[in-house]
């Protein structure tokens, strides 16, 4: 069975922008909200990412404003607080992903390490884009005539050919119909068309697929 499988370069943003390791901390939080991103890679050399500042990094100067830290696991963060450059202020080394790597692996990699950017990083450790939580959302804007496609052609003509299954696809929703009433062979169907991206939810029925249904 062959499905579509995204990789994190089909949906990361290609033009990224990063800034080297004397960049000031004035300068890291302008860039921030002039490109409205929640995070920098930090670049040293050629383009080699390096480490990462986030909100989280700059938050401490305001968090430790006049007060000091007063239980253990703050004072990493307390540190931050009297830092001026990215070189200080950055988390390293940088939580990467490789744009050949499936967008599912960069989804548990974000949700494994609380990050909602990940730097796009080559073979030599290159910085080429970035992937956001919202790129990988993007599997989901293919519209139902395609998801339909899909699951038709690569998964019930490979695993069920002539078993008379139908397929119906609305708002991302899939619905498979008929298979002359076999439940295994639809619950089987079902796991398989959980795996197409961009398939929101899957549902079976053993009776015949109603006219006019969506398809």
């Known amino acids: ?8 370069s089909d949906v990361m943003t290609h033009t990224a922008v990063a800034i080297g390791q004397e960049a000031s901390y004035k300068e890291i939080v302008a860039l921030m909200h002039e490109w409205k991103v929640s995070a920098l890679p930090v670049l040293a050399g050629e383009g080699r990412v390096v480490g990462v500042v986030s909100e989280a990094d700059l938050l401490p100067k305001e968090e430790f404003r006049g007060t000091e830290p007063v239980l253990p696991d703050e004072l990493a963060e307390a540190a931050k607080a009297g830092a001026l450059l990215a070189g200080d202020l950055m988390s390293s080394p940088a939580v990467t992903v490789h744009p050949a790597a499936p967008v599912a692996e960069a989804a548990r990699i974000m949700a494994r390490k609380h990050v909602k950017r990940l730097p796009v990083v080559n073979e030599l450790g ?13 599997v989901f804007l293919r ?9 038709r052609t690569a998964v019930v003509a490979e695993l069920a050919p002539g078993a008379g299954v ?11 119909r008929g298979g002359r009433g076999d439940s295994a062979l639809l619950g089987l169907l079902a796991r398989a068309v959980r795996a197409v991206e961009g398939v929101v939810d899957v549902g079976v029925s053993a009776g015949p697929v109603p006219p006019g249904a969506p398809v």
């Not at 069975?1 to 994190?8: A, D, P």
């Not at 139908?166 to 498979?176: D, I, K, S």
């Open 166 to 176: 139908e397929v119906a696809v609305r708002e991302g929703v899939v619905t498979l």
């Open 1 to 8: 069975m062959t499905t579509t499988r995204h990789t994190v």
């Open 126 to 138: 290159l910085l080429e884009g970035v992937v956001s939580r919202s790129d990988l959302l993007k």
């Open 143 to 151: 519209s139902d005539a395609e998801l339909a496609e899909e699951v």
